[in-house]
């Protein structure tokens, strides 16, 4: 069962007595985890607090995806292992997917802990801290494992978790993450996702529509599907098979929403009738996340990607074919069981030929229950994967410069989200600046926002304008940031003059 439409809206208590610290690794779906759960939990008597030390309740939402993610949350755990001593009330809980996949092991490795909940029982979270409490015993809710039922069983016990959300949550006000599906099928050797996000299973349109008005009554003014392969989306409704193609055009009527993305893309799903909708539909975002892995047959066949180099290219054809403009990034993999330096100079070829926007490196790690771990030794040593990683990571950069640059001169539509990051350090460092921002409509202070095609573009400008559409004259770019001013446009004698704003 979906629960977004069926439950109450949050009240917000105004007696919180209680503090919540939450700790969040990983993907943008964990992030969306994490911003429904404290919602929930703000809707009772809880108040988000970022100081472990005050905190009478700790959650660490967390990845499984690479070693990496576990041991960080493991040591964060040590770090507060002796923390009831003098806080005999503090509850401590592990949620997501490492709770998921190890389980009693958490309990088993951190004694302290509470209570582990995984990806498909999110909604528990509150009841399970008031109980654990009030009784002080441990509590575990997580779902089945893949073998441990058949499909139907073990997808019913990974429930999607979507309650009304709390506006004040949103890490923006004007961006949202929408979930129109949970889990994969698509069991690639390496990953551990399927495990422990479930099987696929796609929301309803009518939910999915629903939640989009809600966000757009909310100010929001751009969504962001998310989907493990979301564009795999597949729902049945009233009869109708309903693809991601048509739910795009389900959610571009919705007023209010100026721009929709979708992440992240299965390659052999990237399908002409989605692209030609990414075409036709002015809001949609052109830019696709279509991670290749990697650009060797035999690495992606032990990999079991489902596609060769020639369907990759394939499709990067239909996309330039379709969407002349659309900004492509990828994922790779490298040091993945057997990969040799032919290999690894094949992906290094890929991103040469398809000249990706970007693209996210990782140095492959072993997980325990994937058939890669079952199958092969992780064997190529951790020097060869990092020199690896630094010189595909040097060649994209070149390439994302070299991309970057051909902007320079041009003039470009960003979605303003808000203040840089410098400018956030800036506040963080000296809170009194924020006080000039509140009347001051000429003070000037450094943006960020995105272009159509996801390249982040930095200019000065009035914070205010955060939320708006507005055009920047670009005049210069690093590998992944394009630099600009805003453009005014000013009516003279019934001509139409542009106007960098010179900073
Ligand atoms: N080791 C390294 N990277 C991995 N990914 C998934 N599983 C592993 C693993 N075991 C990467 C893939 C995926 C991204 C989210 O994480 O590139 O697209
Ligand atoms: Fe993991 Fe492959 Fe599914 Fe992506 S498609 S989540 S890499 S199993």
Same mark, same amino acid.
Request: aromatic share 8%; proline share 11%.
């Given at each position: 069962m979906d629960p977004f439409l069926n439950s109450e809206p949050l009240s917000k208590s105004a007696d919180h007595n209680h503090q919540l610290y939450i700790e969040t690794v990983g993907c943008q779906m964990n992030m969306l985890d994490s911003e429904l759960v404290v919602g929930a939990m703000r809707g009772g008597n809880y108040e988000l607090t970022d100081d472990i030390g005050a905190a009478d309740t700790i959650l660490f939402n967390t990845c499984?995806?690479?070693e990496h993610a576990e041991h960080k949350i493991y040591s964060q755990l040590g770090r507060i292992k002796?923390?009831?001593?003098?806080?005999?009330n503090l509850v401590i809980g592990v949620m997501g997917c490492m709770a998921q996949k190890d389980q009693e092991i958490i309990f088993e490795r951190a004694?302290?802990?509470d209570i582990v909940v995984g990806t498909g029982q999110l909604a528990e979270i509150p009841r399970l801290i008031d109980e654990t409490r009030e009784n002080r015993q441990r509590q575990m809710a997580v779902s089945l494992g893949?073998?441990?039922?058949s499909r139907t069983q073990v997808a019913g016990s990974f429930e999607s978790y979507d309650p009304?959300? !709390?506006?004040?949550?949103?890490?923006?006000?004007?961006q949202a993450f929408v979930r129109i599906m949970i889990g994969? !099928?698509?069991? +690639?050797?390496? +990953?551990?996702v399927p495990m422990t996000r479930g099987p696929e299973q796609s929301r309803s349109p009518s939910q999915i529509t629903s939640e989009v008005r809600t966000l757009a009554g909310q100010g929001v003014k751009e969504v962001t599907l998310l989907g493990q392969?979301?564009?795999s989306y597949r729902h049945i409704e009233d009869g109708k098979e309903y693809r991601l193609a048509d739910l795009l055009e389900l959610i571009h !009527?919705? !007023?209010? $929403?100026?721009r929709i993305k979708f992440v992240t893309n299965y390659p052999k799903d990237m399908t002409l009738d989605l692209l030609q909708a990414v075409r036709d539909?002015?809001?949609?975002?052109?830019?696709l996340h279509v991670p290749?892995?990697?650009? +060797?047959d035999e690495v992606l066949a032990r990999m079991k990607r489902g596609y060769t180099v020639s369907d990759y290219r394939e499709m990067m054809q239909r996309i330039h074919e379709t969407v002349p403009d659309a900004a492509v990034s990828s994922d790779f993999i490298v040091?993945? +069981?057997?990969?040799t330096e032919e290999s690894f100079e094949l992906s290094m070829n890929l991103i040469r030929e398809f000249?990706?926007?970007?693209s996210f490196i990782f140095k492959y790690s072993e997980r325990p229950g994937t058939k890669a771990d079952g199958l092969w030794?992780?064997? $190529?040593?951790d020097d060869v994967k990092r020199r690896r990683n630094n010189e595909m990571l040097a060649l994209q950069n070149e390439v994302s410069e070299e991309d970057n640059a051909e902007f320079i001169g041009r003039e470009v539509e960003v979605l303003v989200e808000g203040l840089s990051k410098a400018s956030e350090k800036r506040l963080a460092a000296?809170?009194?600046?924020?006080?000039?921002?509140?009347?001051?409509?000429?003070h000037k202070t450094q943006l960020v926002g995105r272009t159509d095609c996801d390249r982040i573009v930095v200019f000065d400008g009035n914070?205010?304008?955060?939320g708006s559409l507005t055009h920047i004259a670009v005049h210069d770019c690093s590998a992944t940031t394009l630099l600009g001013s805003i453009v005014t446009r000013q009516l003279n004698h019934g001509l139409q003059v542009d106007l960098p704003v010179v900073s």
């Open positions: 499984s995806v690479r002796y923390s009831k001593r003098t806080r005999p004694p302290h802990v893949r073998r441990d039922g009304l959300r !709390d506006p004040e949550m949103r890490p923006s006000p004007y994969c !099928d698509k069991f +690639c050797t390496y +990953c551990v392969t979301v564009n !009527d919705t !007023d209010g $929403i100026e539909l002015p809001k949609v975002s052109r830019y290749a892995q990697s650009g +060797c040091g993945f +069981c057997g990969e000249r990706f926007k970007n030794p992780d064997d $190529i040593p000296n809170p009194e600046a924020e006080d000039c921002h509140g009347d001051d409509a000429s914070p205010r304008l955060a």
